[in-house]
């Protein structure tokens, strides 16, 4: 079982040599997804502990959303959350993934099978819909709450992303969201580096860059921060395991798990891979992976007349009225 070592929180520094994401194409990150849906509860410890951070950042804001959308819903853990926390609303999840979208309604419970469904005439708690991240099927303003948890890094082109997530906002609207930032896997790339020049981790963009990708986008006063968790494995084989599950290689192959990632290049440099692995176990025994955690949050604001606005047109907010909800004229 892995164990989550939570590190003291930091804002990041810039990183001169930031890498761009290396993501495959929409339809390949869904058939992805798909496979790894049987397997993918593993991971419920990580995607819940952010998810838990992420409700404790929504404690700072007040905001009574009406309808609130999760983008990157997979299994439905963050629905069930958002249900606790506004009972009120109306809460709908998108995925990518179909297979991710049939677990999640196995977490609503208002979600009866065939005939016993209808006949009950009951609504489910939250409505499930497949789609892309950046062409979501619905109306401009449907929503006034935007949550992504641990979603956004898996797009290809996270600059179009922002600019569909704006349309799909109400005014006043608040988007707020979690990703994977550049350290995450640090120690993996590390070992993979031992056994040959290649990149076989993906790489995630800087914290900086989605702010000003926010800011291009329309979003008004976005605030960016950072932490690092440590991920603790027992064994390579089962951090492996982990990594192949939430879709942190380049090419995973094959079947799941550490099989999968032996798919890569055969028995010999896999055994190379888990020997450089074992080498990085800390004085406790066990194996540490990084994970460097970018939160976001911005505002769409409408364009309100006399505000002050700096020379590349953005809304310059008083400090004195950052954390107090949503800005109102």
Known sequence: MPILVLAAASVSTPHADSPDTYLPPARLTRLA???RSPGFAQLDFLLGEIGRRMQERMQLIRIQPERALDIGCGQGQGLAALRAQYPDAQIAGLDISGAMLAHAAQRDPQRQPGWLGR???KRPTFDLVQGDLA???FAEGAFDLLWSNLALHWHPEPHRVFPEWHRVTRT????????????TLRELRD???????????LRFVDMHDIGDMLVHSGWSTPVMDMETLTVTYETPERLLRDVHAFGGLRRPAGAGGA???RGLKGRRWHQALLAALERRRNRDGVIALTFEIVYGHAWKLPPKGGQARDEQGRTVVPI????RGRPRG
């Not at 070992?191 to 981790?201: G, K, M, R, S, Y």
């Not at 004195?320 to 954390?323: E, Y």
Request: charged content about 25%; proline content about 8%; aromatic content about 10%.
């Open 172 to 183: 006043d609207g608040l988007a707020l969201f979690s990703l994977f930032g550049p350290d």
């Open 191 to 201: 070992a993979f580096a031992e056994v040959d020049a290649e990149p076989h981790t």
């Open 33 to 35: 997804f798909d496979r």
């Open 119 to 121: 006949l009950l005439g």
């Open 259 to 261: 099989q999968g990632v």
């Open 320 to 323: 004195d009225r950052i954390g």
């Open 135 to 137: 062409t979501l099927p």
